[in-house]
């Protein structure tokens, strides 16, 4: 047991390493600065990140997103290892990706992504919609975590869309706090009308998307912090909603 710590140790470091090595040499480039002798010199003062590769760009980001849902959804998921990151999150943490989901038990976002501990900051709520502690922790996320992707996730058949499309539709009242639920839904429900030749699950998923949608334009336009991170291309912020059947995601915004 000594043994293979000390290998995942040696593992560990190796890859901190190589990390460190490709983003100062790449630091150096850019400065037109010399590479041979200064690496070292540098080194010394980069803080580490618990997981190198999670230092990513907002498209890379993304990309790396979708591709771990492809394999998710061709049955290609990667086993879940978690002693190789154990010692590193000890140290900290460092996801590429925040998820707003709904609380609903058939969406997993680490499963639904194919992503390991650490991988993803997750925060959910029935609904997936914006609060001000939802913004307060998304924000935390951006800027203390540094974190360049949020994707608001949500998911077919989702029971809180359903709670607003009766409280706004037949005018239903819930017990306890669960009419804010239905009532902060309202405006996604409100911006899809019900006409005589729309079908009822067609508008039931059309909601559901429009609620993504609007609480994505939210958070792009919300200051001081998510506002000014998009602006500076520091940070994507984008829509989603999970296929049941499928376990497909699919970009809406």
């Given at each position: 047991?000594?043994?293979?710590?000390?290998?995942?140790?040696?593992?560990?470091?190796?890859?901190?390493?190589?990390?460190?090595?490709?983003?100062?040499?790449?630091?150096?480039?850019?400065?037109?600065?010399?590479?041979?002798?200064?690496?070292?010199?540098?080194?010394?003062?980069?803080?580490?990140?618990?997981?190198?590769?999670?230092?990513l760009?907002?498209?890379?980001?993304?990309?790396?997103?979708?591709?771990?849902?492809?394999?998710?959804?061709?049955?290609?998921?990667?086993?879940?290892?978690?002693?190789?990151?154990?010692?590193?999150?000890?140290r900290?943490?460092?996801?590429?990706?925040?998820?707003?989901?709904?609380?609903?038990?058939?969406?997993?976002?680490?499963?639904?992504?194919?992503?390991?501990?650490?991988?993803?900051?997750?925060?959910?709520?029935?609904?997936?919609?914006?609060?001000?502690?939802?913004?307060?922790?998304?924000?935390?996320?951006?800027?203390?975590?540094?974190?360049?992707?949020?994707?608001?996730?949500?998911?077919?058949?989702?029971?809180?869309?359903?709670?607003?499309?009766?409280?706004?539709?037949?005018?239903?009242?819930?017990?306890?706090?669960?009419?804010?639920?239905?009532?902060?839904?309202?405006?996604?429900?409100?911006?899809?009308?019900?006409?005589?030749?729309?079908?009822?699950?067609?508008?039931?998923f059309?909601?559901?998307?429009?609620?993504?949608?609007l609480?994505?334009?939210?958070?792009?336009?919300?200051?001081?912090?998510l506002?000014?991170?998009?602006?500076?291309?520091?940070?994507?912020?984008?829509?989603g909603?999970?296929?049941?059947?499928?376990?497909?995601?699919?970009?809406?915004?």
């Amino acid at each position: 047991m000594q043994r293979k710590n000390l290998n995942v140790e040696k593992q560990q470091k190796a890859r901190q390493r190589r990390w460190l090595l490709k983003m100062t040499t790449a630091s150096l480039l850019g400065m037109g600065l010399p590479v041979s002798g200064t690496v070292n010199a540098i080194s010394g003062m980069v803080k580490m990140p618990p997981i190198p590769e999670n230092v990513l760009s907002p498209e890379a980001a993304l990309e790396r997103l979708m591709k771990g849902n492809e394999r998710y959804v061709t049955n290609r998921s990667t086993p879940l290892n978690f002693k190789d990151e154990r010692l590193d999150l000890v140290r900290g943490q460092n996801p590429f990706a925040c998820i707003l989901s709904c609380s609903d038990s058939r969406v997993s976002p680490e499963f639904c992504f194919d992503e390991q501990r650490g991988d993803l900051f997750v925060a959910r709520v029935a609904g997936n919609y914006i609060t001000t502690d939802f913004i307060a922790t998304l924000e935390y996320a951006a800027a203390i975590l540094h974190v360049p992707l949020i994707m608001v996730l949500g998911h077919e058949n989702c029971g809180a869309i359903k709670a607003a499309i009766d409280a706004t539709d037949n005018y239903e009242q819930f017990p306890g706090h669960i009419q804010t639920i239905a009532t902060a839904l309202t405006p996604a429900v409100r911006s899809v009308r019900k006409t005589p030749d729309y079908v009822a699950n067609d508008r039931y998923f059309d909601i559901v998307k429009k609620n993504v949608v609007l609480n994505v334009e939210e958070l792009r336009k919300q200051p001081p912090i998510l506002s000014r991170m998009v602006d500076d291309k520091k940070l994507k912020i984008v829509g989603g909603v999970y296929h049941l059947k499928t376990g497909k995601v699919e970009l809406i915004s």
